[in-house]
């Protein structure tokens, strides 16, 4: 039986990519981290894709890509789908090349996305809202190009694309001589993954990539775990990056053969993280960007005195989400609960509650309650803030004790989804 050949990209041409990015595409700092250095004792470097020219990675394959059509095909224009980096990337790429393009995005796609991508287009994009999903917007785009003969621009599944991506991979280690013992990459499509393994199996093959994806779309560690191409039904879009149905077919062969390994986050972890590089290392980052910072306790042990490098891969992070990022992060530190309190139907239960049910450094940060009949006990929603999860067994204890205590909500997700 003949063994299939996997496609992997060649060094020559991601250095052909390279020179093809120049002068259009930031050479990204990698910066040394104290903090993350000193909290797992080993030298931890970040690629700081946060910094680039349309705030990601993805200038590099789009631009890579439309660089290489040829005239025919740039006349006759190029179409895209997404509602994250990778349509900025493209619309920056037709201003750039001037080739016309069409940019389908799902209708509810925050304002803030469409203003940018429209920014870095110009005229020379046009962009179409379609449908309520991704794929609704997809199916559009490649209706588009089928009935005028455009060009699919692909955000991940291309080998301009991925040769694009893989120039992250050789200014690492331009810019660093070193052995690198770790590289920590986020994959949504694995596009990005798939760049960087061209480049490391040829110059560090010691190197163990290792791949990091969130908990609610877990696509290739489902298709590696399968051993084929799996496409999930449901996912958890929060970490918008990195949450695809299904990875490209050629990046899953690519994975398949030289990843070393996929780990998943939870995506409340990653929520931490991004409070974390705000708070302590002004760094703003978008949940994808943060992934591979939020894998580092899980291997805590193997890295400690080593090398290692973690891509940042973008800050396209919108501020109004700052209140679910905090909520998340809150929720996955069990310092956040829910309950449904029963309160006696008597002047002075609410005072009761607060003076003598909560603790000291409880926090009420949700109250919802309307009084609807003349039951003894009225129930109201109630959200607890702790300082320490050790609180929340004496806290229920005294609801319990007093009979406020109704239901404890954090595990019921049917209901749960309507607070967060």
């Known amino acids: 039986m003949q063994t299939q050949t996997v496609y992997i990209p060649k060094l020559e041409h991601i250095k052909e990519a390279a020179a093809t990015l120049k002068g259009v595409a930031a050479v990204t700092p990698l910066n040394l981290s104290h903090r993350y250095s000193k909290q797992y004792e080993a030298n931890i470097m970040l690629k700081r894709e946060d910094l680039q020219v349309v705030r990601s990675y993805k200038i590099r394959g789009a631009y890579n890509k439309m660089n290489s059509l040829t005239q025919e095909q740039r006349d006759k224009g ?3 789908a997404s509602a994250g980096n990778h349509s900025q990337g493209v619309a920056y790429s037709c201003k750039e090349l001037k080739i016309k393009g069409t940019i389908f995005m799902p209708a509810p796609t925050p304002k803030q996305k469409i203003e940018q991508v429209a920014m870095f287009g110009e005229d020379y994009i046009e962009i179409v809202l379609h449908g309520d999903t991704f794929d609704d917007a997809n199916k559009a785009a490649m209706a588009q190009c089928e009935q005028l003969g455009k060009t699919f621009v692909h955000p991940f599944d291309d080998q301009k694309v991925i040769e694009g991506q893989g120039t992250v991979g050789l200014e690492i280690l331009e810019k660093y001589k070193d052995p690198i013992d770790y590289l920590f990459v986020p994959v949504g499509g694995g596009g990005l993954a798939s760049g960087v393994i061209g480049v490391f199996s040829q110059l560090s093959p010691q190197t163990k990539i290792i791949g990091v994806e969130p908990n609610g779309a877990p696509s290739m560690s489902t298709s590696l775990a399968n051993k084929q191409n799996t496409e999930i ?5 929060f970490v ?40 302590k290392d002004a760094i703003v980052v978008e949940p994808a960007g943060a992934l591979t910072l939020s894998a580092l306790d899980q291997f805590k042990d193997e890295i400690k005195g080593k090398n290692v490098v973690c891509v940042i891969s973008g800050s396209n992070n919108d501020i109004t989400r700052t209140a679910e990022i905090k909520e998340r992060a809150l929720l996955y530190a069990n310092l956040k609960h829910y309950f449904i309190i029963r309160f006696p139907q008597r002047a002075g239960a609410l005072k009761e509650f607060v003076a ?56 019921k997700p049917d209901l749960f989804q309507y607070l967060v």
């Open 356 to 411: 003598e049910i909560l603790g000291p450094n409880d926090d009420i940060a949700h109250f919802q309650y309307t009084k609807k009949n003349a039951k003894e006990n009225a129930p109201a929603v109630v959200g607890i803030e702790l300082k320490s999860e050790q609180d929340l067994e004496p806290l229920i204890a005294r609801m319990k004790s007093r009979n406020f205590f109704g239901e404890y909500l954090n595990n």
């Open 233 to 237: 039904s449901n996912i958890d879009k």
């Open 78 to 80: 190029i179409v895209c």
């Open 240 to 279: 918008d990056g990195a949450a695809v149905q299904r990875v490209g077919d050629m990046t899953f062969a690519i994975c398949q053969q030289y990843i070393h390994q996929m780990v998943r986050v939870a995506e409340g972890r990653v929520c931490q993280e991004i409070l974390d590089l705000y708070n």
